[in-house]
């Protein structure tokens, strides 16, 4: 039944998508009202009804289908840098473990867990997931009394569609369910969370994002429509094997065993395992999980030739391993 609700909700969205791409993504001002704009994002709130009344302009349902109802609407559009599959990669988590170390990047919820697994990833189909999830949300000032957390139980989905030109098209969604077994605890308020988002190339080296989502936190709905076009750049960096050398610096060959390199700041890098000085070490907060599935972060250093590799990587290839098994985010 989940698996049903699941493809209804995302082909229904899925076909009103596809129909306002074709119509040039073009934001409806009759509509919509533009509220501000910060850097390359702009937002829009919904028009009442009553401004609709008057409008002098003509209608069109082609970005209005999605949201749906009277519940109060704002409209998102601007730019982001990417690429689909780096983008698909980061939405997927299908298990506890990765929800909780990529959450310890994105802050995007407090605590959460995988409660149940409908469909998972493959090598062959990495991005395609069906679960459902417990998460929590932690608000400001929560801890005076003056508001209380939330929390979800959402069936959550994510995969690859086309377009009937066969353009590939990634979509995400959460859609917030009832769950009689898994009450609210204490303190806690359960809202519900619709999400449905769709993703695809725009241009040579970018990404067009657009998201439905609504809220409800105790009886207020608000609803948010997302369209982005990402740039992202393209990398053409080879990483060219070498022998590791402890004694020189890799990056800028300055010997490690004499001077102040030797008393200050050298490491090596945790890849390649070649020497570092200070000023050539790259430090970055990795997070890792102990066996008890405790959350760690440690600052790792690596050289520049391998976090420029490491970028250029296929985020694909990465999605594979880790479907297929590989959990390079344990610590032992």
Not at 212 to 229: A, I, K, P, Q, S
Not at 305 to 313: E, I, L, Q
Request: glycine share 8%; with cysteine.
């Amino acid at each position: 039944m989940l698996l049903e609700i699941e493809n209804d909700l995302v082909e229904d969205t899925f076909r009103k998508y596809e129909a306002y791409v074709m119509s040039n993504s073009q934001v409806n001002l009759a509509r919509w009202k533009h509220v501000k704009s910060k850097d390359n994002l702009h937002i829009y709130a919904k028009k009442t009804t009553k401004a609709l009344r008057y409008s002098p302009q003509c209608c069109q349902p082609t970005i209005d289908e999605c949201a749906g109802g009277v519940k109060p609407v704002v409209l998102s559009v601007g730019t982001l840098k990417g690429q689909l599959d780096d983008l698909m990669f980061g939405t997927v988590n299908p298990t506890t473990d990765i929800m909780h170390i990529k959450a310890s990047y994105v802050r995007d919820y407090s605590d959460g867990a995988v409660l149940a697994t409908l469909v998972s990833p493959t090598a062959s189909e990495p991005f395609r997931s069906v679960t459902v999830k417990w998460f929590q949300i932690d608000l400001p000032l929560s801890r005076t009394g003056l508001l209380h957390d939330r929390d979800f139980i959402c069936l959550e989905a994510s995969g690859i569609l086309h377009f009937a030109n066969g353009e590939r098209v990634g979509y995400m969604m959460l859609h917030s369910i009832e769950s009689p077994k898994t009450q609210p605890l204490p303190n806690i308020i359960r809202a519900k969370h619709n999400c449905t988002g769709f993703f695809r190339v725009g241009g040579a080296t970018g990404v067009c994002q657009r998201a439905t989502v609504g809220y409800e936190l105790r009886g207020v709905w608000t609803h948010e429509e997302v369209d982005v076009d990402a740039a992202a750049p393209t990398s053409g960096g080879q990483h060219t094997a070498r022998t590791p050398h402890q004694n020189f610096c890799v990056t800028c060959n300055r010997d490690l065993q004499s001077g102040r390199a030797k008393r200050f700041g050298k490491a090596s890098c945790k890849l390649c395992l070649g020497g570092l000085c200070f000023g050539c070490k790259v430090v970055k907060s990795i997070s890792f999980l102990s066996p008890d599935s405790k959350l760690l972060r440690h600052k790792i250093a690596f050289c520049m030739t391998c976090v420029n590799y490491s970028n250029c990587m296929s985020a694909m290839d990465a999605a594979s391993d880790q479907a297929a098994g590989f959990q390079a985010y344990n610590a032992f």
